[in-house]
């Protein structure tokens, strides 16, 4: 049996986007997100540092696909910073389905990260905007406070934790992705995120690995 890690004061769990719209009925919604909500909030009580991270999208969002005319949902396009997937218009600022699931335990965070706030630009990773260059805060959130070891749960493996993880290991973090707790489109961009996680040194893990 593989020795449990045993969690500290340097170490924060990174809960992504468990918003209404990546959820069953929503905009955008993710297969199986509904399911990891318990999970997470279980490992929330486990933690003694919480942070989440929430879409905040201005209406006519650049990444929205009704922002391009004759584009349809999940074609591409080149913007300055690359090619870009667009998505149906989702988690737009203020609107319901921008909100947390309802029964995800916001009271645990102590600090919420929103990202994707400028209309020109698309953001994934929790620590930067799809620019690779426009910092969200979280990176010197993390520093200031101490945190080496971030946990990642959440909203979709293939992207927004999937990225998180790998520019949390280019910010010097120890990353691990606890991969009951996330959810996934489940498609080809699943496994290339996977091989990309190895070659850069992300762990991934089950719950039942950790210890406090």
Same mark, same amino acid.
């Given at each position: 049996?593989?020795?449990?890690?045993?969690?500290?004061?340097? *170490?924060?769990?990174?809960?992504?986007? %468990?918003?209404?719209?990546?959820?069953?009925?929503?905009? !955008?919604?993710?297969?199986?997100?509904?399911?990891? %909500?318990?999970?997470?909030? =279980?490992?929330?009580?486990?933690?003694?540092?919480?942070?989440?991270?929430?879409?905040?999208?201005? &209406?006519?969002?650049?990444?929205?696909? $009704?922002?391009?005319?004759?584009?349809?949902?999940?074609?591409?396009?080149?913007?300055?910073?690359?090619? #870009?997937?667009?998505?149906?218009?989702?988690?737009?600022?203020?609107?319901?389905?921008?909100?947390?699931?309802?029964?995800?335990?916001?009271? #645990?965070?102590?600090?919420?990260?929103?990202?994707?706030?400028?209309?020109?630009?698309? =953001?994934?990773?929790?620590?930067?905007?799809?620019?690779?260059?426009?910092? $969200?805060?979280?990176?010197?959130? !993390?520093? #200031?406070?101490?945190? $080496?070891?971030?946990?990642?749960?959440?909203?979709?493996?293939?992207?927004? %934790?999937?990225?998180?993880?790998?520019?949390?290991?280019?910010?010097?973090?120890?990353?691990? &992705?606890?991969?009951?707790?996330?959810?996934?489109? *489940?498609?080809?961009?699943?496994?290339?995120?996977?091989?990309?996680?190895?070659?850069?040194?992300?762990?991934?893990?089950?719950?039942?690995?950790?210890?406090?």
């Amino acid at each position: 049996m593989a020795e449990k890690i045993k969690l500290g004061k340097t *170490d924060v769990l990174v809960v992504i986007d %468990v918003q209404k719209d990546f959820c069953a009925g929503g905009a !955008l919604a993710v297969q199986n997100a509904d399911a990891i %909500v318990s999970p997470i909030n =279980s490992l929330m009580t486990q933690f003694d540092n919480v942070v989440i991270s929430q879409d905040w999208h201005p &209406v006519g969002h650049k990444s929205f696909y $009704t922002s391009h005319k004759g584009k349809m949902p999940f074609e591409t396009t080149m913007m300055p910073y690359g090619e #870009q997937i667009l998505w149906p218009a989702h988690c737009v600022a203020g609107t319901p389905g921008a909100e947390f699931h309802s029964d995800l335990d916001t009271s #645990q965070a102590k600090a919420i990260i929103r990202k994707g706030t400028n209309v020109e630009i698309d =953001s994934y990773s929790t620590f930067f905007e799809n620019d690779r260059k426009t910092p $969200t805060g979280m990176a010197g959130y !993390l520093r #200031q406070n101490g945190f $080496t070891r971030i946990f990642l749960t959440g909203i979709a493996t293939e992207y927004c %934790v999937g990225f998180s993880a790998i520019d949390g290991i280019e910010e010097g973090f120890d990353v691990f &992705v606890i991969t009951d707790a996330t959810a996934s489109f *489940d498609n080809e961009d699943y496994e290339h995120m996977q091989k990309r996680w190895d070659e850069c040194g992300v762990k991934k893990i089950t719950m039942d690995a950790l210890r406090v």
